[in-house]
Structure formats: structure tokens, C-alpha cells
């Protein structure tokens, strides 16, 4: 269950980002899951958008996940790089009607392995707009062949639109990481980022980047 308020206690913090191509909806997907708000004339920010939620998971247990949106375009990939050393789950974004998003997944899942190594990342693949139903060029199998072969925690088809597995994407990857720490596969980094892959870069709260805006 999510809870959204900013002073709650919690117990450990998630960094988790939003990585792939250009206007295949990762704003959309950010904004419905911590705002419950759908806008299909909405302007992802050029740079990085930064929001907050809260999962409760076993009994006592808070979840501070730090969510950022990354840009897709080229120019800025440098400004992505940091917000990825600082995160231990990566959201990969394609667009269920745009197969050239789904062939790029591959060029983003090792550009963020190289990035990250020698600490793990640990990935979830997501088919976005599946509302377009008629307009699909990449079939579901496929998408989960990918997402096994490259040992992903799974592959979940959503809609920010019509507002499905929005959240179920969001809390099968935190489940994913918690039940990793809890099996002693990821440390835990003490730092205001909680826990994290590999050492922080940074020590206070991240200031969200925004040069623009452009659809995405």
C-alpha cells in the first residue's frame, strides 16, 4: 500500500529510476503513480524529475522510494548518469507502439551496467500504453524473453492513461529490492539516499533539474 505524505517515519530508502527512450511516456508513468493524475498534453521536463512515495511492506516496515525521471535524449544522458550511481532499481521504459523504443532497451540496460559496475542494478521492464491495443508492434512474448534474458525482476504491460499496473509495476520492483536486501545481496549504504548501489556521489537531497520541457 503507498502512502504519500512527506513526514512519515520510514525505515529504508529506495533510489529507483526512469530510464528509456524519448516520449515512450516515463513522465506520464512517474506523474499517475505519485500524483494519480493523467494528462495527455503533459511536458516531461527536460533533465530530471525527482518525486517521492512511501510503500508499506511488512508489518512495521516504511519504504522511502526516491523517483527520478530521466531525460531520453542524448544531451542528456550526462545528467541521468549521476541519479543511476545513486539508485538500486532502473525502470526500462519502452512504447508498446513504437517498436524502435523496445529495440533500444538492450543499448539502455547495458549503457546503465557499464555505468553502475561493479555494484548491481536491478532492472524491471515495462510495455507502456498498452491502451494501444490496436497500434501494438511488439508482442508481450517477446517482451518477456527480453526481460528473462537479461535477468530482469519481470516484464508488466501498463497504461498511464487508463490507469493500469501503474502501481503494480512500482511495487513489483520495490519487492524485488527489499527481498534482495533481506537476503543480503544488496547493502546497505548509510547516507540520505538509504539504500543504494555502490557509494553515493552525493550527501544532501538531489535538486530536481529542469531546462525545459519537451513531450515525453
Known amino acids: 500500500m503507498q502512502r504519500s505524505r512527506m513526514s512519515l517515519s520510514w525505515n529504508f530508502r529506495f533510489g529507483i529510476v526512469i530510464i528509456g527512450d524519448s516520449a515512450v511516456g516515463k513522465s506520464s508513468l512517474l506523474h499517475r503513480y505519485t500524483e494519480g493524475t493523467f ?4 511536458q516531461s521536463p527536460l533533465g530530471i524529475d525527482f518525486k517521492v512515495q512511501h510503500l508499506d511492506f511488512d508489518p512495521g516496515i516504511l519504504i522511502k522510494l526516491l523517483l527520478w525521471d530521466t531525460a531520453g535524449q542524448e544531451r ?4 541521468s548518469k549521476s541519479y543511476m550511481r545513486n539508485s538500486v532499481g532502473c525502470i526500462l521504459v519502452f512504447d508498446i507502439s513504437q517498436r524502435q523504443s523496445f529495440e533500444h532497451i538492450q543499448s539502455w540496460h547495458k549503457e546503465v551496467q557499464d555505468y553502475v559496475k561493479p555494484a548491481t542494478m536491478i532492472f524491471l521492464l515495462v510495455g507502456h500504453k498498452s491502451d494501444l491495443v ?6 508481450k512474448t517477446e517482451a518477456e524473453a527480453l526481460a528473462k534474458e537479461l535477468d530482469m525482476a519481470g516484464y508488466i504491460e501498463v497504461s498511464s492513461k487508463d490507469n493500469v499496473n501503474v502501481t503494480e509495476a512500482f ?3 520495490t519487492r524485488e529490492i527489499y527481498q534482495r536486501f533481506q537476503q543480503g545481496n544488496i547493502p546497505l549504504v548509510e547516507s540520505w539516499y538509504g539504500l543504494t548501489v555502490g557509494m553515493p556521489l552525493h550527501e544532501s537531497q538531489p535538486k530536481t533539474e529542469k531546462t525545459g ?3 515525453g
Open 134 to 139: 490496436i497500434r501494438r508492434q511488439v508482442r
Open 213 to 215: 520541457c519537451n513531450c
Open 76 to 79: 542528456f544522458r550526462s545528467i
Open 171 to 173: 511495487e513489483t520492483l
Open 39 to 42: 494528462d495527455e498534453s503533459r
